[in-house]
């Protein structure tokens, strides 16, 4: 029987027959870089703590995360004529004994059975909705499209900087990154308006990583994005992360399983909810994987973006549920299951 990261293999380049369905983040192991040792973030009941973008930010209790705050002494961008006189990167140059801090740690990690993928975010729109109102983004694309054409540059070019700073020192297999492309029922702009500000940035950020050593690019984006896809796979993204149940994914991978695997159908609002029970979680399990129907192009997960759950045990339970699936439906051995794969990584 393949291990995880072989079997995720043949899920997603479909050389081989998956031996059963890959299980959430079982495959890929999330890692860091120096960044997020001078970007402030707050903890659980924290409040109006600055970032290294000069982003105001606050997890009220009673909330399941952070987010920016945007009253209008806070919001970063308060004009978008002028975003350049207040969008300001922060540096991309870290010393060489803060790097082999990550380093380290992603060559301690066991990438015969795992891949390893640097943790990227917020991604390009979110940073742009994070230092100003994400309406008046919406309105400035719209209104001031030069402008946003040069601020997307500027996010751009710090990007490449560290990805350059990435693949230099980590030398990653793979890359984790995050920017939410809609809400639940609908994407933030047409496909249009998608392609004329997004696409190509993201071609040459991924790009990039493809041809320094990432094999699997992994993008984060917990919504509806079905009208994107095709735009997804033109930027060279191998497996959109988050894909959320309102995008009809038995559809999805049927037409383009071939080209970009789908890893979600687990929305939070299915399983990660109060009133949660491990029988709840498999009886919604074994509905959606029987009507995936395919173990090629898909990859049943929690639709958040990382290992984990809002709710302690949610995350468990599901990757349990999983297990039950694959050893019931393939006759996959439970053992040779778990011996195929890392210890499971929680970040939430």
């Known amino acids: ?77 308060k004009d978008f004529e002028e975003w350049d006189k207040y969008l300001k990167a922060p540096s991309t140059e870290w010393p060489a004994e803060e790097w082999k801090i990550f380093v380290d740690q992603y060559n301690a990690m066991d990438r015969s059975k795992s891949y390893v993928a640097p943790f990227v975010a917020p991604g390009i729109f979110e940073r742009m909705h994070h230092c100003g109102k994400i309406d008046e983004v919406c309105m400035a694309l719209a209104m001031y499209p030069d402008e946003c054409h040069d601020m997307i540059k500027y996010i751009l070019d710090w990007e490449m900087k560290i990805a350059e700073h990435i693949c230099e020192n980590i030398k990653p297999d793979s890359l984790f990154h995050h920017d939410d492309w809609g809400s639940m029922t609908s994407t933030f702009m047409s496909p249009a308006m998608f392609e004329e500000f997004f696409v190509d940035a993201y071609k040459e950020l991924y790009g990039y990583y493809h041809d320094h050593g990432c094999k699997v690019i992994f993008h984060h984006s917990d919504s509806y994005g079905a009208t994107l896809v095709p735009d997804m796979i033109e930027m060279g993204i191998n497996v959109w992360q988050g894909c959320m149940a309102s995008n009809d994914i038995p559809e999805m991978v049927k037409k383009y399983g071939d080209k970009i695997t789908f890893m979600g159908g687990f929305d939070g609002a299915m399983v990660d909810t109060p009133d949660w029970s491990p029988e709840k979680i498999k009886e919604t399990t074994y509905k959606v994987l029987d009507e995936v129907g395919t173990t090629k192009g898909f990859i049943p997960c929690i639709a958040q973006g990382g290992p984990g759950s809002v709710y302690k045990g949610v995350y468990d339970a599901l990757v349990k549920a999983i297990d039950d699936y694959n050893v019931e439906k393939f006759g996959c051995d439970r053992a040779e299951i778990e011996a195929g794969r890392l210890d499971l990584q929680i970040m939430f």
């Open 1 to 77: 029987m393949m291990n995880a990261r072989e079997n995720l293999d043949a899920v997603i380049f479909q050389e081989k027959e998956p031996d059963r369905f890959s299980n959430n983040y079982e495959a890929v192991q999330l890692t860091f870089y120096p960044f997020y040792m001078h970007n402030a973030t707050p903890k659980y009941g924290e409040e109006n703590v600055v970032d290294a973008w000069g982003v105001t930010n606050s997890w009220p209790e009673g909330t399941p995360g952070a987010f920016p705050v945007h009253t209008p002494d806070k919001v970063v961008i």
